[in-house]
């Protein structure tokens, strides 16, 4: 095989030569990054699965809203506490159509003339953004403290936080004086009746 050195020395060929070792190079290096992105949205789709398993093993009810307060998730302990179907939790509800599920299964504590304004007050406080918590009593005894977090894209989270025996606990303690009472002579604690135990 015989070369021409013309052709090889013309610097034509030198420019071609330079421009496809960039090209070849350019494409090795965007298949580089490709390959880098999708190693990184692997890792990042794996991390939000552990994080959705982890949110699913607490008994803090959580629900994520989108800034038009449409659920994007909602976690096993909120869909047990208001008994939320599966299909309907994983339809993405707006959050008013979660309170009014919880309105027609009855599951909170109240009157039935006073739910619809119970209900309005929330939506607006969520709405809001407003982190005051408050506590939910549902018809079931369980009595859950609610706060809400505004998320730096506009969304909320929601926590619903068991508080049950701490609200029991307090309702035993305001019981004590009447417990006492029952007992006939007051308060068991007090000097004289310590003394006597001496």
């Not at 739910?115 to 406080?125: H, L, N, T, Y």
């Not at 619903?160 to 002579?185: E, M």
Request: proline share 5%; hydrophobic share 40%.
């Amino acid at each position: 095989m015989q070369y021409d050195w013309r052709v090889i020395l013309d610097p034509g060929f030198e420019t071609a030569m330079a421009l496809s070792a960039g090209i070849g190079i350019g494409v090795v290096v965007r298949l580089l990054q490709r390959k880098k992105q999708k190693a990184e949205k692997r890792e990042r789709h794996a991390t939000a699965e552990r994080l959705s398993a982890a949110l699913d093993r607490i008994d803090i009810g959580i629900v994520l809203l989108n800034a038009d307060t449409r659920a994007e998730f909602i976690n096993r302990a909120f869909r047990n506490y208001f008994a939320l179907p599966d299909d309907k939790a994983d339809s993405k509800p707006p959050l008013i159509a979660l309170m009014y599920h919880g309105r027609d299964t009855h599951a909170y504590e109240l009157p039935e003339d006073e739910v619809d304004a119970f209900i309005a007050r929330r939506v607006e406080m969520i709405r809001a953004g407003d982190p005051t918590p408050i506590n939910v009593r549902l018809a079931s005894g369980q009595v859950l403290r609610l706060s809400c977090t505004v998320l730096p894209d506009g969304g909320r989270m929601l926590s619903y936080t068991p508080i049950t025996d701490l609200i029991r606990g307090n309702d035993d303690l305001a019981d004590r004086d009447y417990y006492l009472s029952l007992r006939g002579g007051g308060d068991v604690f007090s000097g004289g009746h310590l003394r006597a135990a001496e």
